[in-house]
């Protein structure tokens, strides 16, 4: 059984505006597709999911590029949140992000 590891949500929104997003406050999150990567490692293994899904909820009504800061404050990141105004687009980058990380573990 797996330990853990890393996923990636792929959201949509439908439309445009702000989001209230903790402690970096209101964002404007265009329309668009949304990539959001965390991390199952560490005690609780893919439980932690539950805390990220709170994140997708809000995201959900969501960003375009990266956001600054979002979701990287236990690492040296500049974001785990991307935009894309193309799903397929996205959803390549993130699968082939994912086959680098595989390959360079492994």
Do not use: K, N, Q
Request: glycine content about 14%.
């Amino acid at each position: 059984m797996a330990e853990g590891g890393t996923y990636t949500l792929v959201l949509a929104r439908d439309h445009s505006g702000p989001i209230e997003v903790g402690a970096l406050g209101a964002i404007d999150f265009p329309a668009g597709w949304y990539a959001y990567t965390g991390s199952a490692l560490g005690s609780g293994g893919f439980s932690r999911i539950d805390r990220h899904r709170a994140v997708a909820r809000r995201l959900s009504d969501t960003v375009g590029g990266a956001v600054p800061d979002f979701g990287c404050s236990d690492c040296d990141c500049r974001s785990h949140l991307v935009g894309c105004e193309d799903r397929a687009e996205l959803v390549v980058a993130v699968e082939r992000a994912h086959d680098v990380v595989v390959s360079e573990s492994g």
